[in-house]
């Protein structure tokens, strides 16, 4: 069941058939079946008919009584049934109301706390958020807290690079902040690895949303993204390590469109592309160091339509591409290093240029790549 349809059922809430309509389907269900029951039974017994009697013995006046008396025994039984299902479904709806009640006023007490401004305060505000989104009663709400976490990562964000000089209190403001912001980061990574040990809820499957964050630093190493929709879309990536190491792109639609890394290093080491989208369309490698080594893409649609390589060095050292569908449409080639030669699989469409043309500046294929001459 898809995240809209789920999403859809928990707004409306509970709701029951009239309970005269309810007991007239089940009468009419268990008369179907006890017909059904009865007439399989005749055929198997092979009765050709029913032997006829004027007067009724007490034997079988007597079974009539028993059958007249577990009719009205079953139908009882089924009324009970059906109003014992009726008042578990309340008593259930009720304690969700009472949850999702709960829930709320722990939500603003959080996000109160996520407001202050004391950071330690905001830190107890982060914790209390991903806390509360693994108890979530439902799957709405869980996604509210996670819609909040990346909200707050959206804020305005001065890099440590853009700080007045030799201004003590703004870095240590901007120290703080990064610190808040650096355990959402691994509070997200924590939940979108879950592995064996299952240490905390798994919030695979839910959208992310780090439209136009900066990064200056951060752990995204083995998050699973199996399903939903994760944007970096216009995200800058500027200083410090940011890392999916053994990240797993195998379902979900991640889109690094029109992001920029212009500093730091970005490392996709070892990570998994299996299955769904993962597009960088428009994306500007400006400066940053961004490793793509022992990549696998197997399975996914990887797109780097329309990319700029103007600086930095993008390594490939030995990605397999072997069964991905990598584009390289309209990318262009200004500057910096962009390394594949060590790469093996069939080479990405439109990266390679027709035979007669040299390669773009910094782009380095391996041989097995290159069009041979006529």
């Known amino acids: 069941m898809t995240p809209k349809l789920i999403r859809r ?65 079953g139908a009882g039984a089924l009324v009970a049934l059906v109003v014992a299902y009726r008042r578990q479904r309340v008593d259930e709806e009720g304690a969700l109301r009472e949850a999702t009640r709960l829930h709320t006023e722990r939500f603003t007490a959080a996000v109160t706390q996520l407001g202050s401004e004391s950071a330690a305060v905001r830190l107890g505000g982060v914790h209390a958020l991903a806390g509360l989104a693994d108890d979530a009663p439902t799957a709405l709400l869980r996604q509210t807290c996670i ?30 902040l990064r610190e808040v912001r650096h355990t ?20 695979q499957g839910h959208d992310f949303d780090f439209t136009g964050v900066v990064f200056d630093g951060g752990d995204f190493s083995d998050a699973q993204f199996t399903g939903g929709t994760v944007s970096f879309d216009e995200a800058e990536f500027s200083a410090g390590m940011v890392k999916f190491t053994g ?19 970005v490392s996709f ?17 400006a400066g940053a160091g961004v490793l793509f080594a022992q990549a696998q893409l197997s399975g996914a649609t990887v797109y780097f339509n329309d ?40 080479a990405p469409i439109g990266l390679v240029p027709p035979p007669g043309e040299p390669l773009p500046p910094g782009l380095m294929l391996p041989d097995a790549w290159l069009p041979t001459a006529s």
């Open 147 to 176: 819609d909040v976490l990346c909200a707050y990562l959206r804020l305005p964000y001065t890099a440590k690079a853009d700080l007045p000089p030799d201004d003590t209190d703004a870095m240590h403001a901007y120290l703080a």
């Open 247 to 265: 990240a797993h792109f195998s379902g979900a639609r991640v889109s690094f469109n029109g992001a920029r890394f212009s500093d730091g290093y």
């Open 9 to 73: 059922r928990e707004r409306r809430g509970l709701r029951l058939w009239n309970v005269g309509l309810v007991l007239a389907l089940a009468f009419a269900a268990a008369l179907v079946v006890a017909a059904a029951v009865f007439f399989a039974g005749w055929d198997l017994l092979g009765a050709r008919g029913l032997r006829t009697q004027r007067r009724l013995d007490s034997k079988t006046l007597f079974d009539l009584v028993k059958l007249s008396f577990g009719v009205v025994a």
């Open 184 to 203: 959402i980061i691994r509070l997200i990574r924590d939940r979108t690895a879950v592995g064996p040990q299952k240490t905390h809820i798994s919030w």
């Open 269 to 285: 080491y070892d990570a998994h592309f299996s299955g769904g989208t993962v597009s960088f369309t428009r994306a500007v490698f």
């Open 307 to 346: 990319a700029q390589f103007s600086g930095g060095r993008i390594n490939f050292l030995g990605a397999q591409f072997s069964g991905a569908e990598v584009h390289f449409a309209h990318a262009q080639f200004s500057g910096g290093r962009v390394d594949l030669t060590m790469a093996t699989g069939s």
